[in-house]
């Protein structure tokens, strides 16, 4: 089981939203590359980054913060990266300047010709992300809840060819109440390629409780106020999952 750290670019820094809500931004850290290379000393796997800014304006934004955290990283471990992806090009700009995964998640919802021809085009690097409140996918910086069933549309998106499902609970993200284990198991158990669980990891027993449904077809986590705020230690984390996938 990967814990993921997340690193939110706004405008630059490192920041955590509460609910996707661009308003309610808590600024960690002004150098995000620095937080790059803090995590991956503690013993990372995978970064997992999203452009916030581009997510709300359909293009990538804080392309020198990433280039930044490339050059720290130097290709030690995979960068996943989300927010603004809308185009083939924008897509290839991020594979080439050393993005191992690219992450579509509002464009695959709205134009699924598009995911589809990335992945044709981009085969083993498209992860697609989607939201979901009560089980209905969430698009727009979560600002519009769809009438998508969750399953049904990451089944569709698989025989298409993506590379795995980030899965978010947006009533969870950022609030630390405990990841929804049950909708993650759910969404897992129709796939046969991996899920990455996201939105309210809070503590151990969290991690914990995911790793005893991993054999379900869950890849990693995705962490970002948890260990920004201390409610739970990377590290003690990462071993945790580490022991008990041993």
């Known amino acids: 089981m990967l814990i993921i750290p997340a690193i939110d670019l706004k405008d630059g820094h490192c920041v955590r939203l509460r609910q996707g809500l661009m308003e309610d931004a808590t600024v960690f850290s002004e150098e995000p590359s620095v937080m790059a290379k803090h995590w991956l000393d503690k013993g990372a796997r995978r970064l997992h980054l999203v452009d916030l800014n581009g997510a709300f304006a359909g293009k990538p934004k804080n392309l020198n913060a990433i280039k930044g955290i490339l050059a720290e990283i130097n290709g030690e471990i995979p960068v996943q990266l989300g927010g603004g992806i809308r185009s083939l090009e924008t ?3 991020y594979l ?4 191992d995964y690219v992450i579509i998640g509002t464009a695959a919802v709205k134009q699924p010709g598009f995911l589809h021809e990335a ?13 979901a409140k009560d089980g209905k996918v969430a698009t727009d910086g ?9 399953v049904d549309l990451a089944k569709r998106f698989q025989s298409y060819g993506v590379e795995s499902v980030i899965y978010t609970d947006i009533g969870r993200d950022g609030m630390l109440s405990g990841v929804n284990i049950e ?5 897992a158990q129709a796939l046969t390629i991996p899920v990455i669980a996201s939105g309210g990891l809070t503590n151990l027993n969290d991690v914990k409780a995911l790793c005893e449904v991993e054999a379900e077809g869950i890849e ?7 260990i ?3 409610t739970i230690d990377f590290q003690a984390a990462q071993e945790l999952a580490d022991e008990i996938g041993a």
Request: contains cysteine; proline residues 2%; aromatic residues 6%.
């Open 220 to 226: 990693g986590v995705i962490t970002g106020r948890a």
């Open 228 to 230: 920004y705020e201390g």
């Open 91 to 93: 897509i290839e700009q």
């Open 183 to 187: 909708a993650t198991v759910r969404l």
């Open 142 to 150: 979560w600002s519009k809840v769809t009438d998508h069933d969750v």
């Open 96 to 99: 080439d300047a050393g993005i």
């Open 119 to 131: 992945c044709d085009a981009f085969p083993g690097h498209i992860i697609v992300g989607l939201d």
